[in-house]
């Protein structure tokens, strides 16, 4: 349960919020609730800038940064992407074209479907299991041949278990993946970030360049508005939220979100679907007010 009155504030001023979308700062809908808005008019109005840090594609993230009017920059693609507040691209990492036909090959031969976020759109190749789960802003990406879609440049690949050609009630459970997980993280050329509804199964992958997370993300935000990690506080509901939450000056995770997120934070929120953003950062705005006058 969250507390309010045990929040402190961050050690040193506040000077950003950074949050994640889905189930953090979106409601079930996918909206911003009006106290959410309200909370973000506020901390702004107190100074405080406010970043997305998103695994959305830009196209899915861009709507959002216009409707809240963000100024600072923001992260999509799990750290991908970093972008102006006007939608200027500034910095992107992507996966090399021979790890692109790799990933392709091996999702092929261990019977896996992909979704792959491109520079320019999202495409899936084979349907897969329970994509829209982990996936509400593309409940359907356009399909593409292989062949074609190799020539496109990938920010990262979601790999899951490929749904069979069965009627849908002949269709068995997704494949729990959690040895392909392991083969794949040996490997040093990736980065990986896991998910599942069952915390003892891993039923889908985020494969990125190595190197590439939301922590990693937030830094070069940080670096671009001049902001140290302690005058950070990062929201996140997932497991690729969880190095962000760690890096932080102070780590929030939403009530909903999966045992190893929680303990990676310092406080948990309210539930998404409760407001549990707009929660926290009133108290954590009233918590650095005392502490300026004490």
Not at 140 to 165: C, H, I, N, P, T
Not at 280 to 290: F, I
Request: glycine share 8%; charged share 20%.
């Amino acid at each position: 349960m969250f507390e309010l009155d045990r929040l402190k504030a961050v050690g040193e001023p506040l000077k950003l919020l950074a949050f994640d979308l889905d189930g953090t700062l979106l409601n079930h809908h996918g909206h911003v609730s009006g106290r959410n808005r309200a909370a973000l008019d506020y901390a702004r109005g107190q100074g405080v800038e406010v970043t997305l840090v998103t695994g959305r594609h830009i196209s899915k993230v861009l709507p959002f940064v216009r409707e809240l009017g963000l100024t600072a920059p923001f992260i999509t693609s799990n750290g991908c992407e970093l972008w102006s507040p006007t939608g200027e691209l500034l910095e992107r990492r992507a996966l090399p074209q021979a790890d692109r036909a790799w990933l392709h090959g091996w999702a092929a031969e261990h019977g896996l479907g992909y979704r792959a976020y491109c520079v320019g759109g999202v495409f899936d190749w084979r349907p897969m299991h329970s994509q829209a789960a982990v996936d509400r802003s593309f409940a359907a990406a356009a399909k593409a041949e292989a062949e074609a879609l190799l020539q496109r440049e990938w920010l990262k690949v979601l790999l899951a278990d490929a749904v069979a050609s069965a009627p849908p009630l002949a269709r068995t459970a997704p494949r729990d993946i959690r040895g392909l997980y392991e083969r794949l993280a040996a490997d040093a050329r990736f980065a990986l970030a896991a998910y599942s509804d069952d915390p003892a199964h891993i039923r889908r992958i985020d494969v990125h360049p190595a190197g590439v997370d939301k922590a990693a993300g937030l830094q070069a935000v940080c670096r671009r508005i001049g902001v140290t990690a302690a005058q950070v506080a990062a929201f996140g509901d997932d497991t690729n939220d969880i190095a962000m939450l760690r890096w932080a000056g102070l780590g929030v995770a939403m009530e909903q979100a999966p045992a190893a997120v929680k303990e990676a934070a310092s406080h948990i929120a309210p539930h998404h679907n409760r407001d549990g953003v707009a929660a926290v950062v009133h108290a954590l705005l009233s918590a650095a007010h005392r502490s300026s006058r004490d």
